[in-house]
T-cell receptor
Framework: GENVEQHPSTLSVQEGDSAVIKCTYSDSASNYFPWYKQELGKRPQLIIDIRSNVGEKKDQRIAVTLNKTAKHFSLHITETQPEDSAVYFCAASNSNYQLIWGAGTKLIIKP | DADVTQTPRNRITKTGKRIMLECSQTKGHDRMYWYRQDPGLGLRLIYYSFDVKDINKGEISDGYSVSRQAQAKFSLSLESAIPNQTALYFC???????????FGPGTRLTVL
């Protein structure tokens, strides 16, 4: 069935370094790929998204890349800061316009 | 996002009890969703509704039912709660599909 795999499950980086989280999807009809950030005890919130007609999108320190041929997309965070510590979720749309979610990556920023 | 609200925020109930979780939104979105979040499993879709007359089952609908009372209100019911339904439940809305989903604050449900 449709699924989205997300890696790693936990990522620990030094403050100021870059962080990369990767997701792969199975549904070739997927055309929308959002990334959400969930801080402890809070609701998930969109941080960036990309549609299938674009290969890369940037917003300040955050970027997402998409490789439709390989069916994978990645979140890149540069110059990480303590406030980047959170759980990050990727998702991919399916042919019924639902979102299929990855299991999440806990990002830890070490001071 | 204060435009999507959920009640109650926390609930402890006993096995076999019926419970209703409510979601309201002032964003004017037609599309609403109920998700369940368990540690290490991400978000799993329970039910979704693309308008008042459209209700669809998601990945894990067994043991749950929903009601879309109006464009702004979408309720989730557990007819006979069981302990493995202990989880964090989120309601979400979107203007289109697929599109940005806006989440409520969540309801933490514990079934004893």
């Amino acid at each position: 069935g449709e699924n989205v795999e997300q890696h790693p499950s936990t990522l620990s980086v030094q403050e100021g370094d870059s962080a990369v989280i990767k997701c792969t999807y199975s549904d070739s009809a997927s055309n929308y790929f959002p990334w959400y950030k969930q801080e402890l005890g809070k609701r998930p919130q969109l941080i960036i998204d990309i549609r299938s007609n674009v290969g890369e999108k940037k917003d300040q320190r955050i970027a997402v890349t998409l490789n439709k041929t390989a069916k994978h997309f990645s979140l890149h965070i540069t110059e990480t800061q303590p406030e980047d510590s959170a759980v990050y979720f990727c998702a991919a749309s399916n042919s019924n316009y639902q979102l299929i979610w990855g299991a999440g990556t806990k990002l830890i920023i070490k001071p | 996002d204060a435009d999507v609200t959920q009640t109650p925020r926390n609930r402890i109930t006993k096995t076999g009890k019926r419970i209703m979780l409510e979601c309201s939104q002032t964003k004017g979105h037609d599309r609403m969703y109920w998700y369940r979040q368990d540690p290490g499993l991400g978000l799993r879709l329970i039910y979704y509704s693309f308008d008042v007359k459209d209700i669809n089952k998601g990945e894990i609908s067994d043991g749950y039912s929903v009601s879309r009372q109006a464009q702004a209100k979408f309720s989730l019911s557990l007819e006979s709660a069981i302990p493995n339904q202990t989880a964090l439940y989120f309601c979400a809305t979107s203007a289109g599909a697929p599109d940005t989903q806006y989440f409520g604050p969540g309801t933490r449900l514990t079934v004893l």
